[in-house]
């Protein structure tokens, strides 16, 4: 079973910047992914990022261009850069990981993913 736990959300003025981390604890999967969602109250779980164990990066369309996914083996962390925030970016953030073959094109549906962190806050300001 994998742990997952994330860090560092926090709030910001639209146009800045935070960093999410997710720290891994327990069985890591040799083929996996791993993912970023987000969610609102009211609102489904959204699939921001994900990337896969060759390091294929995936990102919804919302967050293209602004947020980078990316995975530290070492210290076995997966992180979320997050930049030029803008207030729709407001949601619980969760990372979650999936012990899978191949790429995680899938990656939009939470319904997929068997572990999960508790979740960090981001609120972004106008």
């Known amino acids: 079973q994998v742990e997952l736990e994330e860090s560092g959300g926090g709030s910001v003025q639209a146009g800045g910047s935070l960093r999410l981390s997710c720290a891994i604890f327990g069985y890591i999967y040799k083929s996996y992914c791993m993912a970023w969602f987000r969610q609102v109250p009211g609102k489904e779980r959204q699939g921001v990022a994900a990337?896969?164990?060759?390091?294929?990066?995936y990102y919804a369309d919302s967050v293209n261009g602004r947020f980078t996914i990316s995975k530290d083996n070492d210290k076995n962390t997966l992180v979320l850069q997050m930049n030029s925030l803008i207030p729709a970016d407001t949601a619980v953030y969760y990372c979650a990981a999936e012990g899978v073959p191949g790429d995680c094109s899938w990656f939009r549906d939470p319904n997929v993913f068997s572990d999960w962190g508790q979740g960090t806050q981001v609120t972004v300001s106008s």
């Open positions: 990337i896969d164990s060759r390091g294929k990066r």
